[in-house]
T-cell receptor
Framework: QKEVEQNSGPLSVPEGAIASLNCTYS??????FFWYRQYSGKSPELIMF????GDKEDGRFTAQLNKASQYVSLLIRDSQPSDSATYLC???????????FGKGTRLSVIA | DAGVTQSPTHLIKTRGQQVTLRCSPK?????VSWYQQALGQGPQFIFQ???????QRGNFPDRFSGHQFPNYSSELNVNALLLGDSALYLC???????????????FGPGTRLTVT
């Protein structure tokens, strides 16, 4: 059974701080790793994907992947109240295989 | 460029009834995947359709069935509804021939199903 684990939170950070979200996965065959943001009552929105070990930066977001440790993280710099949402980590074996999601981490950015 | 659309937005059904949800993929996409997201949980994969065939299936009972039409749109049917079927049903579209890691699946806005 492929599993993706996330701390459910809530994770509370002050405005302007760095939010750090973590995810571990069980399937060593996983090749693609995604972070989705989901506002309450809305569908998931892709923020970033990563498939090579190391860091990938996109604006205020940095995804980090360590395949040896089966660990993925998302850093949000200069957090804003509008970043308050649930962040879902998802993994897949290749481009069109099913996404396996974690339960999500609820982030609250306090103004 | 139209994104993924789903209908209806909300639906209320009674236990034992049947329901059909619809999805139109993003323009140019030919693959549709369906996910169920219960409250407080991450989405769970139901099945995927490509070239009008069910290509992959998750751990869901046969009460869940689907169809894909020649224009790539898709339906999800659920028979004999249970209270536990209450959830947000998400449709995601992608290109069937993609094998590159990182090629994303685009999610629609979802259908909120409530079973009473």
């Amino acid at each position: 059974q492929k599993e993706v684990e996330q701390n459910s939170g809530p994770l509370s950070v002050p405005e302007g701080a760095i939010a750090s979200l973590n995810c571990t996965y069980s399937d060593r065959g996983s090749q693609s790793f995604f972070w989705y943001r989901q506002y309450s009552g809305k569908s998931p929105e892709l923020i970033m994907f990563i498939y090579s070990n190391g860091d990938k930066e996109d604006g205020r977001f940095t995804a980090q992947l360590n395949k040896a440790s089966q660990y993925v993280s998302l850093l949000i710099r200069d957090s804003q109240p509008s970043d308050s949402a649930t962040y879902l980590c998802a993994v897949s074996n290749s481009g069109n295989t099913p996404l396996v999601f974690g339960k999500g981490t609820r982030l609250s950015v306090i103004a | 460029d139209a994104g993924v659309t789903q209908s209806p937005t909300h639906l209320i059904k009674t236990r034992g009834q049947q329901v059909t949800l619809r999805c139109s993929p993003k323009s140019g996409h030919d693959t549709v995947s369906w996910y169920q997201q219960a409250l407080g949980q991450g989405p769970q994969f139901i099945f995927q359709y490509y070239e009008e065939e069910e290509r992959q299936r998750g751990n869901f009972p046969d009460r869940f069935s689907g169809h894909q039409f020649p224009n790539y749109s898709s339906e999800l049917n659920v028979n004999a509804l249970l209270l536990g079927d209450s959830a947000l049903y998400l449709c995601a579209s992608s290109l069937g021939g993609q094998l590159d890691p990182g090629d994303e699946q685009y999610f629609g806005p979802g259908t909120r199903l409530t079973v009473t």
